[in-house]
């Protein structure tokens, strides 16, 4: 089980705000929303971080949480910016997954509330469907019933099964976990931008039944012969194309672009003050899913938009070497 829930969370991706934070998000959620200029930005994954008073800067990194081991690479600027910082934060702390209390705290956070299941959500045929399938994978109903429907659409795919399998032999990484070796290497304080409490009440935000819809309907996508969602995630994420990534989120055809507003863009706006407290103290190196990079509220611009200079490292040449047309 535990292992259950902490693949969900690398897939992922309550904070307690003060007032004056909550009236920052909407101050620049506002800015945000009178912008109309047609946005875009550069391909990148690696962002320096400078201005508003920052005596040193910060750095900002799009992560993808599993990727094949071939495809795997931290490159040369993506290390020197991490050596250049103090502290490396995550979406969620890291080290938090060794707490036995935070354990237990997610495996209650999977379960659905007041006794509903997956049955009492679906028509029969469409919970014949999911039946099927996951007797299929192995897993009996019987101990997926009260699970919500998310978890289950994560782990459903034929991807995430051989991803399963591929983790466990090495034949996937998760930038999340290289980056933290790194980090304890080079004796690093870890933070998060969220609780994992947080990040599991997402889920809470969208309804059961809208849920169960999502999985559904990702089952039926399966068997469309679409190109392999996975295999274009990666690609995009090797040609640092962050836009692209946006777009797909945007377009999701499983349902998920009706709560993009819980699942990226809240979540977004919540970080930039935390992020804003934690430059100011030290310089950080912030490691979050490449999905929440780009767009025009996407955390880079966001950024900006609160006045720091915020700049593409070209992955190719030094951390000095700013590529000049990627302004």
Do not use: C
């Not at 007041?114 to 996951?134: A, I, M, P, R, W």
């Not at 004796?187 to 039944?209: C, R």
């Amino acid at each position: 089980m535990t292992k259950f829930i902490y693949s969900v969370l690398l897939f992922l991706l309550t904070f307690s705000f003060s007032n004056a934070q909550e009236a920052k998000v909407i101050e620049l959620a506002e800015k945000v929303e009178k912008d109309t200029t047609p946005f875009k930005l550069p391909s990148s994954l690696l962002w320096e971080i400078t201005g508003n008073e920052l005596e040193t800067p910060s750095y900002l990194y799009g992560t993808i949480h599993m990727i094949g081991k071939d495809d795997f690479v931290i490159t040369d600027a993506t290390r020197a910016a991490l050596a250049k910082t103090d502290k490396i934060t995550y979406e969620i702390n890291m080290e938090d997954m060794n707490s036995i209390g935070v354990i237990f705290t997610m495996i209650g956070k999977v379960m659905m509330k007041n006794g509903v299941t997956l049955q009492s959500l679906l028509s029969k045929e469409d919970y014949k469907l999911v039946v099927d399938h996951f007797e299929k994978m192995g897993l009996p109903m019987m101990m997926l019933e009260k699970i919500k429907p998310m978890f289950l659409t994560v782990f459903a795919s034929e991807d995430m099964a051989t991803m399963q399998t591929d983790m466990q032999t090495g034949g996937m990484v998760s930038y999340e976990m290289e980056l933290m070796a790194i980090a304890e290497e080079q004796k690093k304080e870890m933070d998060g931008l969220e609780t994992v409490e947080f990040q599991m009440s997402v889920f809470d935000s969208i309804p059961y039944e809208a849920q169960a819809q999502m999985l559904v309907e990702s089952l039926k996508a399966e068997n469309t012969g679409e190109e392999d969602e996975f295999d274009v995630m990666t690609k995009m994420y090797k040609d640092q194309d962050i836009n692209g990534m946006v777009s797909m989120i945007s377009e999701d055809g499983e349902g998920m672009q009706n709560y993009e507003q819980v699942l990226l863009i809240n979540r977004n706006l919540k970080w930039i003050p935390i992020m804003g407290e934690m430059m100011k103290e030290q310089p950080t190196f912030f490691a979050v899913g490449a999905g929440h990079l780009g767009g025009p509220q996407g955390v880079v611009n966001l950024l900006m938009k609160e006045g720091y200079n915020v700049k593409p490292i070209d992955a190719g040449k030094s951390l000095d070497e700013l590529v000049e047309d990627k302004k």
